[in-house]
Nanobody, 121 residues
Framework: VQLQASGGGLVQAGGSLRLSCVAS????????MAWFRQAPGKEREFVAT????????NYADSVKGRFTISRDGAKKTVYLQMSGLKPEDTAAYYC???????????????WGQGTLVTVSS
């Protein structure tokens, strides 16, 4: 499977961005999807997950109420709508896929290349 993430950029605090991640190479609907992020000098951290059918989502406490994960089976795409962005949200954002939803990055099977989000104060 291959994942291609896009949508990052520079935004002012309080602004919004929508990240996209297009999957190819296997049946999109059979796998869970997730977003993680990694800030400079920090470990990769869980942001959000979504189940195969899209019926259940889970968020890190730090983004709950501000970020929304969704997926479009026809487009084989997972999205991360981010609003109320804060400087501490600055990081490279990675999409990933695997057989089950989990907050443990090592349990996912494939990763996108990352898209950089920079939030200025």
């Amino acid at each position: 499977v291959q994942l291609q993430a896009s949508g990052g950029g520079l935004v002012q605090a309080g602004g919004s961005l929508r990240l996209s991640c297009v999957a190819s190479g296997r049946t999109f609907s059979q796998y869970a999807m997730a977003w993680f992020r990694q800030a400079p000098g920090k470990e990769r951290e869980f942001v959000a997950t979504i189940t195969r059918g899209g019926g259940n989502t889970n968020y890190a406490d730090s983004v709950k109420g501000r970020f929304t994960i969704s997926r479009d089976g026809a487009k084989k795409t997972v999205y991360l709508q981010m609003s109320g962005l804060k400087p501490e949200d600055t990081a490279a954002y990675y999409c990933t896929t695997g057989p089950v939803v989990t907050t443990t990055p090592e349990l996912y099977e494939a990763w996108g290349q990352g898209t950089l989000v920079t939030v200025s104060s």
